[in-house]
């Protein structure tokens, strides 16, 4: 019969470092105001900070330093980030951390054993609250 398997669809993508439980190591870097003297732009700092890292909160995850990583505040929410300073062009972009290895290793060796219990929970929440609200299909 058709309700003798079904599928669990899960994303693994990458995830932001500001966004996962842990500890980001390092300090934010003020701004400095050294300027050529010539053109009038900003130049590199004297003093170069060691990488950023990241340790997580949970035992899945193994903790990392990015290279050329530093630590910075996110312009939307203001939370302590890690940023990777592309040392050419100096433009930044927010560190990210893969999870899909271990999440996959856990999912597999986990979350299929009770995938039966998980789905009819969620199934019959659903079917509750469609009741309670009185939507019929």
């Given at each position: 019969?058709?309700?003798d398997n079904f599928?669990?669809?899960f994303g693994l993508n990458a995830i932001k470092v500001?966004?996962?439980k842990g500890r980001i190591n390092g300090r934010v870097r003020p701004h400095h105001t050294r300027r050529d003297k010539s053109t009038g732009r900003y130049i590199k700092a004297r003093r170069q900070a060691e990488n950023a890292g990241f340790t997580p909160k949970g035992s899945l995850l193994s903790p990392r330093t990015f290279e050329n990583g530093e630590v910075a505040r996110s312009r939307r929410e203001n939370r302590r980030t890690v940023v990777i300073r592309d040392p050419d062009t100096r433009r930044?972009?927010?560190a990210e951390?893969?999870?899909y290895e271990p999440m996959l290793n856990y999912i597999e060796d986990n979350a299929f054993a009770e995938a039966m219990e998980i789905f009819r929970?969620?199934?019959e929440t659903?079917?509750?609250g469609r009741v309670k609200a009185r939507i019929s299909v």
């Open positions: 019969s058709q309700l599928r669990l669809w500001k966004d996962l930044t972009r927010e951390v893969d999870i929970h969620h199934f659903d079917l509750r």
